[in-house]
């Protein structure tokens, strides 16, 4: 049996974990993606237990858990140094979900990917420019349109992000991101030497006035992952970003000014932080399914988007398999996923909401906070956190086991 034909556009995260998926379950796949790298250099992602499980299925979990982990206390600081709160809320996760909260650079997560699949099934440097479902959507193939020409397939995936042409192509009339409100720099530092026992081995998150946030996070052989936030207007991009970081945080407490003043430019990825407030009506029209960002794209405020995107590629490869028929599947695909990701982009957009509180207001919830069980926190999240994916499809024309004499 020929194989079917997937073509994903975009080489993020959820689609080249939709491009393994699909090829473990048989298809033949191709990523287009139109940067000439597949992610920032400047990024890290958190991969809760839901996000490891999904990595799981397809072979990659177990590579993931073996990067860095959040262990030991972390917390809320203020910009003195002075602890808000603090608890060791890795080891509640694993605790309570068995498994732990994973800190790894993006460009190695997608590395792993990539290892899985073929030679040659990302094309770099590619843009997509649109798709064309096909008026019977049921027997003709989905035609993606991109620099070099059309391509048909069975399958096409839309996974090129926040601003997905794709989207666009299916949805004309919905409407595109949304500006949250606040704006965020990422970068991956070399480690300051002399921190050995102290909190920057186990992490923090300093808040000051006018949303501003400076988080150090521990990414493993030598590296942290820090992130900073503030309101301000949106599309503000400045020449010098760490002269704008130490304007902003340069008199916090250590080792935040000595990170920024370690910073070159090319280091720091800042985008202004946008979501799509309004759910899709569906994830999928004709023969085009929609992941990740360009399906839901929510706020970063508790570390799923990644996550959610992961989750929705292996759900995507396992309901469709070798030969189930597509359309429908796709349909069943959106009934899984669309109240899911709903659910998280809203409670996420509920946390970041934070941002815009009066600083005391924020001051107060992180004291409450702080006053909680670790468990209690790691239990609250749940509905997210304990999630699995559905099981693997049985071959094609499997036979019924032979009962036991």
Known sequence: MTARRALIAGGGLGGLTAAVALHQQGWQVCVFEQAETLEPVGA?????????????????GEQARSHATLSGPSGVRLPDGRWLSRSDIGAAVRGRF????????RAELAQLLVEQLPFGAVQAATKVLGVHVGADADSAPATLIHQYG????????????????????????YPGPSYAGYTAWRMVVPALENTAGTAEQTGFETWGTNGRRFAVLPLGEGRWYCYATSTADPGLLFDDEPAELARLFGDWHEPIPQII???????VLHQDVEELATPLPSFDRGRVAMVGDAAHAMTPDL?????MAIEDAVVLARLLGEDRPVVPTLHEYTRQRLPRTTMVARRSRRAGR???????AQVLAARLVGRLPAA??????????DWRPPAAPKPPNQSPPTPAP
């Open 98 to 105: 068995d498994d732990p909260l994973v800190l790894l650079h």
């Open 303 to 307: 570390g799923q988007g990644g996550g």
């Open 261 to 267: 003043a370690a910073l070159k430019p090319d280091q």
């Open 44 to 60: 890290g992602i958190s991969l809760w237990p839901n996000a490891l499980r999904a990595l799981d299925a397809i072979d990659v």
């Open 354 to 360: 934070m941002y815009s509180a009066p600083y005391s």
């Open 376 to 385: 209690a926190l790691a239990r609250g999240l749940g509905s997210i956190v």
């Open 150 to 173: 059309e391509s048909e397939a069975e399958l096409v995936v839309a996974a090129d992000g926040i601003r997905s042409v794709l989207r666009t192509f299916l949805y004309p009339q």
